[in-house]
Structure formats: C-alpha cells, structure tokens
C-alpha cells in the first residue's frame, strides 16, 4: 500500500529565511502528488500539485515543489517565508491504477511557525 | 460560488448521544469523503463515496455511519459507539483525485462533554 512520510512534525524559522518541508513516498510506479495548507480552524486547500511533465512545479505564492522519482521525494520550499506562511502543510499522493480508485494518501503533516 | 459547506462549525454533545455532521457540494463532485483530524495524527479516513447510494469504510469507520441519497450530501453520524468522538472534522469531494485532488469544507469541530 502507498505510504506517505513527512520526515519533521515542527519547523520553526524566522521570517524572511528560506525553508524546506521534506515528504518522500513509497510508490515504486507513477504517481500524482499534492500539497496541501491548513490554517488553524480551517479546511485544508490545494497548494500545488505534480501530474506530469516538468519536475518543478510552483504556487502563486512562492512556494515550489520538486518531484524527484529516484529518491521518491516532492519536497515543498520557499525562498523567503512570511509570518503568513504559519500553518500546517500536508503531502499527499495519488495511486495510480488497481482498485484504490485514486484516492489520496495524507502525510501526517508539518507544521511551519514563522517567527519575526 | 461552488465549494463545500460543513455545518455547524462548533458542536458540543453529551456522551451516549449520536450526532449527525452535514457536508453539502454545489461542485458537481462524484465522490465524496469523510476524514477525522487529531493533533499529531493527520488526517485518517472515515468513509468515502465514489457514487451515489454507495459508499466504503476508511481506515476507522468504526463508531461512525453515513449516507449517500444525494450526489450533494454525504452526511456522518458519530454514534454512542465512538469512544473518543472529540475532534476536528473534514468533507472533502472530488471530480478526479488524480488529476484535481480534494476540495476540503472548513471542518466541524465535535467536542464531546
């Protein structure tokens, strides 16, 4: 079965530092891959996704992700990070064919606290 | 606008009472999807629909119920059954999950006194 691994529960940085939130999957076949924000009390929303194609793929608001398939990883980073990046961010994938219908597998996220 | 909407966004139950969350779609979305938030614990899945009058058990479908009569709603039931029904939940729907993902609603909080 898929498996997803956010490999840090907490990240705390100060405002303006670059950062990297780690998520490695299991799949061995090809995947989808997601990344989702949670604001406290909030539903989760769609930050950037990979399907296909360029291996990078960015967000309106500075985020990039980088699918490498030989490390089976889509790391999520942003440059410069603002007090309003605080959140919780979600990796998530997609199986790809048999019976799991497509249906998503969550990391247990990581929480990402801006301090000024 | 389409979107999702969960309600009530707070609900305060006695223990040994069922409680039903609503979870409505104007999005056109086939499937349907319930999942309960814990700190810590991510996201784990309650019951999912792919179509109407039909739906499957998650990872801890255990102590909860739902129903499918409509392609809109999907509503959940936390029965006497749960033993520990305080937490935070989510609906979410999808056309593809492949290709579009999950749109979420804003989540219900349950606590349970």
């Known amino acids: 079965a898929q498996s997803v691994t956010q490999l840090d529960s907490q990240v705390p940085v100060f405002e303006e530092a670059p950062v990297e939130l780690r998520c490695n999957y299991s799949?061995?076949?090809?995947?989808?891959l997601f990344w989702y924000v949670q604001y406290p009390n909030q539903g989760l929303q769609l930050l950037l996704k990979?399907?296909?194609?360029s291996t990078l793929v960015e967000s309106i608001n500075g985020f990039e992700a980088e699918f490498n398939k030989s490390q089976t990883s889509f790391h999520l980073r942003k440059p410069s990070v603002h007090i309003s990046d605080t959140a919780e961010y979600f990796c998530?994938?997609?199986?790809w064919g048999g019976g799991s219908q497509g249906n998503l597998i969550f990391g247990k996220g990581t929480k990402l606290s801006v301090k000024p | 606008d389409g979107g999702i909407t969960q309600s009530p966004k707070y609900l305060f139950r006695k223990e040994g009472q069922n409680v039903t969350l609503s979870c409505e779609q104007n999005?056109?979305?086939?499937?349907m999807y319930w999942y309960r938030q814990d700190p810590g614990q991510g996201l784990r899945l309650i019951y999912y629909?792919?179509?109407?009058?039909?739906?499957q058990k998650g990872d801890i479908a255990e102590g909860y119920s739902v129903s499918r009569e409509k392609k809109e709603s999907f509503p959940l039931t936390v029965t006497s059954a749960q033993k520990n029904p305080t937490a935070f939940y989510l609906c979410?729907?999808?056309?593809?999950?492949?290709?579009?993902?999950?749109?979420f609603g804003s989540g219900t909080r349950l606590t349970v006194v």
């Open positions: 979410a729907s999808s056309i593809s999950p492949r290709l579009y993902g999950y749109t």
């Open positions: 629909s792919q179509i109407v009058n039909d739906f």
């Open positions: 990979y399907l296909s194609g």
């Open positions: 999005l056109n979305h086939d499937a």
């Open positions: 998530a994938v997609s199986d």
């Open positions: 799949s061995s076949v090809s995947v989808y």
